[in-house]
């Protein structure tokens, strides 16, 4: 994992509550979960903001994700700036942030 990219783990009280991981070869965050009961608290925030950080230190290059329709994840995604960008499969939406879109999410 360390050789394609990065992961982040949100801990809170011993307890893995969420993690994040970007993959620089394909360019995709390969995964952004967080247990349903600590939603709503800003950790799916942090760690989305770190993992975008550490990824355009990294690339320039637009990351890209995929995540089914009418889902939190998708009105989270939504709401954090990112651009939806046609399918990912047949089942997916794929959505994308470029550098210029990460600056604009961060002077926000």
């Not at 890209?64 to 994840?73: I, N, Q």
């Not at 700036?81 to 926000?108: I, P, V």
Request: glycine share 12%.
């Amino acid at each position: 994992m360390f050789r394609r990219g990065k992961g982040w783990v949100a801990e809170l009280d011993g307890l893995v509550v969420g993690f994040s991981i970007v993959d620089l070869q394909e360019n995709n965050v390969w995964a952004l979960f967080l247990l349903p009961e600590y939603e709503g608290r800003g950790i799916g925030r942090q760690l989305h903001q770190v993992m975008l950080n550490w990824y355009f230190q990294q690339t320039r290059e637009p990351i890209w994700l995929g995540t089914s329709p009418g889902t939190r994840a998708e009105a989270f995604y939504r709401k954090a700036g990112w651009q939806q960008n046609g399918l990912n499969g047949e089942k997916e939406l794929r959505f994308e942030m470029s550098y210029a879109g990460f600056l604009t999410m961060n002077d926000e």
